[in-house]
């Protein structure tokens, strides 16, 4: 079992940038391929953005692709979240999950999620 805490939300304005830490804890971080989600209030928590268990693949969904990049360091059993450009349209609490299957976009094949963090973009 892993556990993972989410940091690095808060507010920032259209155009900024935030980057957001997943820290974890447990069983060994570099099992784990690792991704973000987000949820939007009244709407679903989408896929953002996953990587492999070395970091040597990434993959983003299309609306976040060219602005975000997703990163691990398994020696600080940490992964990060670099949001530029970001839009008011990001606004959702972003959450981080480790699963056991590399490439994964959907929810189920995650099995471990932190609390979620708030990123709030005005505009």
């Known amino acids: 079992q892993v556990q993972l805490v989410e940091y690095g939300g808060g507010l920032v304005q259209a155009g900024g940038s935030l980057r957001l830490s997943c820290a974890a804890s447990?069983?060994?971080?570099?099992?784990?391929?690792m991704g973000w989600f987000r949820q939007a209030p009244g709407k679903e928590r989408e896929f953002v953005a996953g990587?492999?268990?070395?970091?040597?693949?990434?993959y983003y969904a299309d609306s976040v692709k060219g602005r975000f990049t997703i990163s691990r360091d398994n020696a600080k059993n940490t992964m990060y979240l670099q949001m530029d450009s970001l839009k008011p349209e990001d606004t959702a609490v972003y959450y981080c999950?480790?699963?056991?299957?590399?490439?994964?976009?959907?929810?189920?094949?995650?099995?471990?999620w932190g609390q979620g963090t708030q990123v709030t973009v005005s505009s």
């Open positions: 447990g069983r060994t971080f570099s099992y784990y391929p």
């Open positions: 999950a480790a699963g056991d299957t590399e490439w994964a976009t959907v929810q189920s094949q995650y099995r471990y």
């Open positions: 990587l492999s268990r070395t970091g040597g693949s990434t």
